[in-house]
């Protein structure tokens, strides 16, 4: 076991992690606030590459961490070492998740056509599609279980006096 992740885990977190702020603020606060016209197109744009962007590193960050050898655990009882596995577990899944009801709504709506390949149809009202709902939906969850992962660093970092965010930086 060692003491912290590879250096591709690593780069592979701080860069999703940065990307995934800054979709999820931008859908959330840009996108959503947008009038449904062609002026949104290049948003759009920049909203689906990095979301496919993110996408492919989940699965390479993947790929990493099963490849890699283990970390040594946190000091924490049973339950709470749990709650971190799920935690990891569901952040991973909901970013799928989003990515995956992010490309079908691209194509159930023909967005994806306008945006990337100048289809001239008129702009899709997303809410009309059921993937929407679950985009959203599952952009909110992903939020919360984001600020649960950090607010437990910081708590476990609080009540064992332990810096593990050395364990996520290079040495």
Known sequence: MQN??????IVLHALQ???????LLTGSLILG??????DKIGSYKIHMIVGLIIFI?????????????EITPLH?????????KINHILIYVVVIAIAISGIVL?????????VFFG????MPNLEEFLPYFSHVILSKVLMFLIVMHVVGIFSYMYKT?????????FK
Do not use: C, H
């Not at 912290?4 to 885990?9: L, R």
């Not at 992690?17 to 979709?23: A, P, Q």
């Open 119 to 122: 289809a001239n149809n008129p």
């Open 4 to 9: 912290s992740y590879s250096k591709g885990s």
């Open 161 to 169: 006096k332990e810096n593990i965010l050395t364990r996520m930086w």
């Open 57 to 69: 590193l989940t699965f390479i960050r993947i790929t990493f961490l099963l490849k890699s050898p």
């Open 17 to 23: 992690g940065v990307m995934l702020l800054f979709i």
């Open 33 to 38: 606030d947008m009038p449904n016209n062609m």
């Open 106 to 114: 691209s194509q159930l709506s023909g967005l994806g056509e306008i």
């Open 76 to 84: 924490v009882d049973g339950i709470r070492a749990k709650l971190i």
